[in-house]
């Protein structure tokens, strides 16, 4: 617990440093820069010993003032979000200082400093807290940097527009997390969220606490129909804050769902029938969308939309393998998802990144204007590529692994004697759909953007600085890790 509070803050001092160096000065801007990446790492370091020990370290601080506790818990369940977030949050940073270098953008540069470290900073908060104030603060927190962040090119009307929409949506998330901790009572608000399996789904008001659960962290997911602030926002902002975004934040929405279900000791098989169904649907529809754009960023976003579908289902599955007995389709499906959280986060994270390195060299995000970057931008071209064989699912990268859990869960289901999950054999085909059309997605863009001839002048255009690189690198080398790994296990 000392390291993750240390990370903590750590990244808080690290964004209130950055404000001083908006007038030129590079010394508060590269420590700014030194204090964000330690506090990554060190989160990084915590998480992983979170994972490797058996019991959960709580951090409860009375609170005189509202007569409650300051609660943390780092469990197994919250170091699984951790471990790609503070990955993510560290990888950002060191592209931020190239992407956006201090000394060409001191204003901007201090802008994204002071704000990218206090959103990881909430999201750590929010992934480790112990009870509702504490989470609702945090959820604040980072709504709020989040907006912020998005403003970034606050003189575009799009950014403008796209703000406005984020904010109003992760309030109208707020309103209901406000109802579902008024449902759940003032313990769980104030001293401690309810055990694991201390709640029975059937009395009272579980199922308003459910679907309160779905409306607020379904909203911060980008779940379908709830998604309507995620494309722009992802578009809008600067390309190492869209891969925080979209690998990291959005993920404390499943976060959210996963714990507040985690409360029920028999949750009945229609709540895990419902986010199958959700997940589906989010899945296919987030894959269409996303070939019908033209934005690299808003295209990247709506597979977002579809990797959250794809964890839904994960989930769904786990929850009716769970409802009806079926114990290797309750362990299959949650492998399955829990490891595509991470997954997704890291191969996303690095499709964003090398969006940013695209965008920054041919100065447009619009597909139909790029072409013939592979001999300009080779390097960037490779991890382009890698990150989206990841994202389809193609082996030997980590995309491959966890899916391949989800269709186990699936096929497990489907042959159950019983008949009770013959549900699966239908989602089998949907799932099999959302890969086939990420794999057409994914080839149509890296045909368009890094072959054929150049449809624009490319004079003066090169390969990202090495910080970029750097952080590419280490994302596609974890990719690999994850499935070489997993493939020889």
């Known amino acids: 617990m000392t390291l993750y509070i240390t990370a903590i803050v750590l990244l808080l001092l690290s964004g209130l440093l950055a404000p001083l160096s908006r007038h030129g000065s590079t010394f508060w801007d590269l420590l700014s820069l030194i204090l964000g990446v330690a506090g990554a790492v060190l989160g990084l370091a915590a998480s992983i010993i979170c994972l490797l020990q058996p019991e959960a370290y709580v951090l409860t601080i009375p609170w005189p003032g509202i007569g409650g506790m300051l609660s943390l818990r780092l469990d197994h369940l919250a170091a699984v979000f951790l471990l790609p977030a503070f990955f993510i949050i560290g990888a950002g940073m060191i592209y ?86 008024s449902l759940l009572g003032e313990e769980a608000c104030l001293i401690s969220l309810p055990a694991a399996g201390s709640i029975e789904a059937a009395a009272g008001s579980g199922t308003a606490v459910f679907l309160l659960t779905l409306i607020g962290f379904g909203i911060k997911a980008g779940i379908m129909p709830l998604h309507i602030w995620l494309p722009a926002a992802h578009a809008a902002a600067p390309s190492h804050v869209s891969a925080l975004m979209s690998g990291v934040m959005i993920k404390t929405g499943i976060y959210g769902i996963l714990r507040v279900l985690s409360f029920f000791q028999d949750a009945p098989a229609w709540w895990g029938g419902l986010i199958l169904v959700l997940g589906l649907f989010s899945g296919i529809f987030g894959v269409i969308f996303a070939i019908a754009q033209h934005d690299i960023k808003r295209l990247l976003a709506y597979h977002s939309i579809e990797n959250i579908g794809i964890i839904l289902i994960g989930i769904g599955a786990a929850m009716l393998g ?110 099999a759909m959302i890969g086939g059309l990420a794999l057409l997605c994914f080839a149509k863009v890296f045909g368009l953007c890094f072959l054929g001839t150049p449809r624009a002048d490319l004079h003066g255009a090169g390969e990202a600085p090495f910080p970029m690189l750097l952080a590419m690198g280490l994302l596609l080398a974890a990719c690999l890790w994850i499935g070489l790994v997993s493939c020889h296990a």
């Not at 480790?128 to 989040?146: F, T």
């Not at 041919?362 to 080779?378: D, E």
């Not at 966890?402 to 009770?420: K, T």
Request: hydrophobic share 55%.
């Open 96 to 181: 931020g200082s190239g992407y956006l270098p201090h000394a060409a953008h001191p204003r901007g540069s201090a802008w994204v400093r002071s704000f990218y470290p206090v959103l990881a900073a909430g999201i750590g908060l929010v992934l480790a807290v112990g009870n509702g104030i504490v989470l609702l603060i945090s959820w604040e927190i980072m709504a709020l940097c989040g907006y912020f962040l998005v403003m970034t090119e606050r003189e575009e009307e799009h950014c403008r527009q796209a703000g406005f929409v984020y904010l109003v949506s992760t309030h109208a998330g707020t309103l209901a997390l406000f109802a579902l901790f």
């Open 322 to 431: 769970k409802a009806h007995g079926v114990a290797a389709v309750a362990v299959l499906g949650t492998a399955g998802a829990l490891l595509h959280v991470i997954n997704h986060g890291l191969f996303k994270g690095l499709l964003f990144l090398s969006a940013g390195s695209m965008i920054r060299a041919f100065g447009s995000k619009q597909l139909s204007a790029c072409g013939g970057l592979l001999p300009i931008l080779p390097y960037t071209g490779l991890f382009f590529l890698g990150g989206a064989a990841a994202i389809c699912g193609l082996p030997p990268l980590n995309g491959f692994v966890s899916e391949w859990f989800i269709y186990l869960a699936l096929f497990q289901g489907g042959a159950d004697a019983a008949g009770a999950m013959k549900i699966f054999l239908l989602v089998l085909p949907g799932l």
